[in-house]
């Protein structure tokens, strides 16, 4: 008799984006009104940066010829890509991080879940709330949590509420944990942290022996020159910390696939015996089992990122989706919303109206305005009353969106 993983059969009844794709379904189907314009998933628009383009098609034809071929490359990444993302995302920013402590992967989503792969299950685990849904799904699934309780949250975890009344930067833990998943610029609230705040849990994470998985997926869209792209900005983050990053959002590569992370070599674990072991071989080790590295293509798209031309076409869709965020913003605040987010990152968090939950703002919204946000208590127990939109758009689209949202 086969048995299943029984911690699967603990998550609530979907995914979230899958859940609302199927309201969304059940709605079209019924209703022919206007065309909805979904500015729900953080799903990007514009098309793929030129100079990434011709890279990809210069590669493509590399592997049409037999001296050019290329099959499996190297697990961790081929060298040439790290060593640019080494040079330009780190070192030019003061970061000591090196390329062979870069690992290349296919997205930030599915590292960010299966580094739990090398951390053992025993571990006192801490998450923001409202938090990106994957943090916490993928404990479930892997059997890090106890039952879920009726309002949402997990047994086994420590919440973090962020809130305007913190600014939506979660309180440092009165108590020990063992992993701390920080997110900045914050999905889904837009929130960011200054240096001297990162310090603080930077501080925390070194005293305790912590370890913080810092996902910088956004850190593209700061537009704020004192704000930290990089936990490796703060003194001391290389004993505490791994940071996640991606191609999808700042050059369009959602399709794509093409991400990285960072584990440096001196970050270590213990094990029951509490002896020390480095978290770079043990990654490492994982990656060599269980992945096949990026493709060639893909790989030599993501270097085009760096080259002048790319620097310039990623800058364009950055300041693109940030123009997309200030018209929101800008609107949605002068029809009487309060909105927060959208200076330094590519999503709007708005207060629901008239103490709607957020589910019901959500059929608030689709049903008057046919628009389509995500439900902030999708994102955990503080997230209800809020709503999210994403700036990934056309420009039409979000100018059309607004319309219909203020003129409802």
Avoid at 17 to 40: A, C, D, H, M, W
Avoid at 152 to 158: K, P, V
Avoid at 230 to 256: L, P
Wanted: glycine residues 8%; contains cysteine; charged residues 25%.
């Amino acid at each position: 008799m086969v048995r299943v993983n029984e911690s699967y059969l603990k998550l609530k009844a979907g995914y979230l984006f899958p859940e609302i794709s199927k309201r969304v379904n059940l709605y079209t189907q019924n209703n022919k009104k206007s065309e909805v314009i979904k500015l729900g998933i953080g799903d990007v628009t514009e098309p793929l940066p030129k100079a990434c383009r011709v890279a990809m098609s210069r590669a493509l034809d590399e592997m049409g010829t037999t001296e050019g071929f290329k099959g499996y490359g190297p697990e961790q990444g081929y060298y040439w890509l790290r060593e640019k993302i080494s040079e330009h995302d780190f070192q030019e920013r003061g970061c000591q991080i090196t390329s062979d402590e870069i690992f290349i992967s296919d997205g930030s989503k599915c590292d960010s879940s299966n580094i739990l792969d090398i951390l053992g299950d025993d571990n006192l685990i801490a998450v923001t709330d409202p938090v990106y849904p994957v943090y916490v799904d993928s404990n479930v699934m892997t059997g890090r949590t106890g039952r879920a309780l009726q309002n949402g949250t997990y047994q086994g975890l420590t919440y973090l509420p962020i809130n305007a009344n913190n600014k939506f930067l979660p309180e440092i833990p009165s108590s020990k944990v063992d992993i701390l998943y920080l997110c900045f610029p914050n999905n889904p609230t837009g929130a960011t942290i200054t240096k001297e705040e990162l310090k603080k849990w930077v501080d925390y994470a070194n005293y305790h022996k912590s370890l913080i998985l810092f996902d910088a997926a956004y850190e593209a869209f700061i537009q704020d020159k004192d704000l930290p792209h990089s936990i490796y900005e703060i003194d001391g983050a290389k004993n505490c910390a791994i940071e996640f990053r991606s191609f999808s959002k700042n050059a369009g590569f959602t399709g794509v696939r093409c991400a990285y992370t960072v584990i440096p070599k001196n970050l270590v674990g213990f094990n029951s015996k509490d002896q020390k072991f480095d978290l770079w071989s043990l990654w490492n080790r994982r990656q060599c089992t269980k992945f096949n590295g990026v493709s060639y293509v893909v790989q030599r798209g993501a270097e085009a990122v760096y080259s002048p031309e790319g620097k310039k076409e990623v800058k364009g869709l950055i300041d693109f989706y940030m123009e997309n965020a200030r018209i929101m913003k800008n609107k949605l605040q002068t029809a009487g919303f309060i909105v927060y987010g959208g200076d330094n990152a590519p999503y709007i968090w708005i207060k629901a109206l008239d103490k709607m939950s957020s589910w019901d703002f959500f059929d608030h919204l689709l049903e008057k305005a046919c628009v389509v946000g995500t439900p902030g208590s999708g994102f955990g127990l503080a997230g209800e009353g809020y709503f999210r939109l994403s700036a990934f758009n056309t420009r039409t689209n979000v100018i059309n969106a607004m319309e219909r949202i203020i003129n409802i």
